[in-house]
């Protein structure tokens, strides 16, 4: 089947011809060669097609069949191919016969020729639009590439411009294609001068290095660092026992170009042979102003790299990690029952702790990912409303922190629950509980129209102490907003005549009445257009402005 091939004619990608095809079209095309027979016709039907085709035209079988339908019709249409069947039916047998050397003579100098796709090819794609971008791409390989920039791919593809450039960047990502990406140039405009960037080439096969831009060098250079990163931080291998270093580098290749990945080696390596060597070059190169400033970039992108394996490697030890603290010099260490005991409570900063979620009322454990400041253990205020001050208390956060080892001891992940509980118990023992209390209320924001504006809403924060028994009058803050609609319509109350002190007041604490039955909404607002205005007769009211609350 290697030898067999497809023949897509060079007018189905052209966006002008008369003889362009839709995504579809072109997929359905490839499919009617393949069956082609030893007379070069295509034998078959609607329901054979469906089952035939590598790749659905729908996920509903029905949907897909007529989809099928519609593209064979269209390709007769456009007198690509032909059968003699005006109307087609899923089981109606179609003898299809194919139109040779397809050309457009009335789009520019004319298109013609075809591009041979290989069957195996063309069963091998993932989708019909990778087809599609594969078929358009490779007809320029020859040519030095397909210049197309995303604007123009949407035209191609009849997708939107987004929807364009995520299917092609997913085409390169999986070597469908090949991108080479533009380069940056400096125009004139407006008497000033700026850089544009140019527009990007694509192939079906990769491109040679000396075809290759700046910007595409940077992006492969970023995409190794990248693969060395995710490498080292699976497969640490640099410990004290390694003395020859086995990663690929450049510093024993003469005249190589050094990369930030050299200089990644050269500061993890082990090899002291080769830690020399390339403390030579280094010299040598830096003997100059170019050289040192070339050396000295490439050294700061090392060290990024370096700090990024460092991060990722201690991510990957808190994955699996039961309990952590963070030491003073930011070190992290993932303690437990055999070395709680050996760090003081001046040497730790913070204590790590999951980020437990909760499903159906179950506890699900997370990562530790999050960090419990000890001086929390202590006291503190507000200074100047915004900055927190902590009173000296040592000895509470030395008690805090015998708590905290407790857990560790006992092999139990420490969660958010569990480090309020401590600092709770901590507070307890040293007769703060009130200040732990007053530090860690929670407050409540209540939203209502304001007398002045509908549009605008009060925002205000209490603490929490007793709270508002608002079933007590019958009323929500979703009620509230409704009714001042309502009011507002029928002109029964006026917004500033509407009495909300009881959730605006700030100052006094609020005493609640004895408790009454509770009234519905319904029977609330009949109470009011009693009492403010009766436009209505006593005896037939209508409340049928009121629907909309039952």
């Not at 390596?269 to 970039?297: C, P």
């Not at 109470?527 to 037939?540: G, Q, S, V």
Request: glycine content about 4%; hydrophobic content about 30%; some cysteine.
């Amino acid at each position: 089947m290697s030898n067999l091939f497809i023949q897509y004619y060079n007018v189905f990608a052209e966006e002008n011809s008369k003889y362009h095809l839709s995504v579809e079209e072109l997929y359905l095309y490839g499919l009617l060669t393949m069956l082609k027979n030893r007379e070069q016709l295509t034998i078959t039907n609607v329901d054979v097609l469906h089952q035939y085709s590598p790749i659905n035209f729908f996920s509903r079988e029905t949907e897909s069949k007529q989809r099928i339908k519609n593209n064979l019709l269209s390709l007769k249409q456009k007198e690509i191919i032909s059968f003699p069947v005006d109307e087609v039916k899923n089981n109606t047998l179609l003898t299809i016969t194919f139109v040779d050397d397809l050309k457009d003579e009335s789009i520019g100098k004319g298109v013609k020729g075809f591009e041979k796709i290989e069957y195996n090819k063309f069963i091998s794609f993932p989708s019909m639009i990778d087809n599609y971008i594969y078929f358009t791409v490779k007809r320029f390989d020859s040519l030095g590439g397909f210049k197309c920039d995303y604007e123009r791919w949407s035209y191609i593809l009849d997708v939107a411009k987004k929807t364009a450039q995520t299917k092609v960047d997913e085409a390169v990502k999986h070597k469908i294609i090949y991108k080479n990406i533009g380069d940056y140039k400096e125009e004139e405009l407006n008497n000033r001068k700026q850089k544009k960037q140019e527009i990007n080439t694509y192939k079906s096969i990769p491109f040679v290095e000396e075809e290759k831009s700046i910007q595409t060098k940077k992006v492969e250079i970023k995409e190794q660092q990248q693969k060395l990163i995710d490498n080292e931080v699976k497969n640490p291998g640099h410990d004290d026992e390694i003395e020859i270093e086995t990663r690929e580098h450049q510093w024993n290749v003469r005249n190589s170009e050094l990369t930030a990945i050299d200089l990644f080696i050269y500061l993890t390596t082990n090899d002291e042979k080769l830690k020399k060597k390339a403390e030579g070059r280094i010299k040598a190169i830096s003997n100059n102003s170019k050289g040192e400033y070339m050396i000295g970039k490439l050294m700061d992108e090392a060290k990024e790299m370096v700090k990024d394996v460092e991060k990722k490697q201690l991510q990957e030890k808190l994955k699996s990690a039961t309990n952590a603290i963070r030491l003073q010099d930011d070190s992290i260490v993932v303690v437990d029952a055999s070395n709680i005991d050996n760090y003081k409570f001046e040497d730790i900063k913070t204590f790590f702790y999951s980020n437990d979620t909760y499903s159906n009322g179950e506890c699900i454990q997370g990562e530790l990912s999050r960090e419990f400041n000890i001086k929390s253990f202590q006291p503190s205020e507000l200074i100047n409303g915004n900055k927190t001050k902590y009173h000296d208390r040592p000895d509470m956060i030395q008690l805090g922190l015998k708590y905290y080892a407790e857990y560790v001891k006992s092999n139990i992940t420490v969660n958010y629950e569990n480090g309020r509980e401590i600092q709770e118990q901590v507070f307890k023992d040293n007769g703060f509980i009130d200040e732990f209390e007053n530090q860690n209320v929670k407050t409540r924001v209540v939203k209502v129209k304001s007398p002045s504006s509908p549009k605008e809403e009060v925002k205000k924060e209490r603490k929490q102490v007793e709270p508002i028994d608002i079933a007590s009058i019958g009323v929500s803050d979703l009620d509230i907003d409704l009714m001042n609609e309502i009011m507002e319509r029928d002109n029964v109350v006026k917004k500033d005549e509407m009495d909300i002190s009881f959730l605006l007041d700030d100052e006094e604490e609020v005493k609640p009445e004895p408790k009454q039955k509770n009234k519905s909404m319904k029977e609330w607002v009949d109470e009011m257009y009693e009492t403010k205005k009766n436009p209505f007769n006593n005896d037939d009211k209508d409340l049928s402005c009121l629907d909309e609350l039952e």
